[in-house]
């Protein structure tokens, strides 16, 4: 019903910065919870940065400050701009959206923060 693709990961130095894309198709994308979650290897996927249907915005307490979450509901897309980047920053990003009790996920895209 639902497909998303994220795009603009790869390989930046410590304090760079990226911005990560996700666009989706099917679906009403004005009406969903857009979210970035990550995980790092060894580690549970967690929480970065959430964005309501309404605008509001929810922040992971370790990027709260230098990550910022936004949409364009006319371009089916929602970003996250990522500065200030650390090495522990690096992880798989992954778009999710959500309404009710549906809830998709795209393939994830690599971040990987190293001098």
């Known amino acids: 019903q639902v497909q998303l693709v994220e795009s603009g990961g790869g390989l930046v130095q410590p304090g760079g910065s990226l911005r990560l894309s996700c666009t989706a198709s099917?679906?009403?994308?004005?009406?969903?919870?857009m979210g970035w979650y990550r995980q790092a290897p060894g580690k549970a996927r967690e929480l970065v940065a959430v964005?309501?249907?309404?605008?509001?915005?929810n922040y992971g307490d370790s990027v709260k400050g230098r990550f910022t979450i936004s949409r364009d509901n006319a371009k089916n897309t929602v970003y996250l701009q990522m500065n200030s980047l650390k090495p522990e920053d690096t992880a798989d990003y992954y778009c999710?959206?959500?309404?009710?009790?549906?809830?998709?996920w795209g393939q994830g895209t690599q971040v990987t923060v190293s001098s």
């Open positions: 099917g679906g009403i994308f004005s009406r969903y919870a």
């Open positions: 964005i309501s249907s309404s605008g509001t915005t």
């Open positions: 999710n959206a959500r309404l009710m009790n549906y809830n998709y």
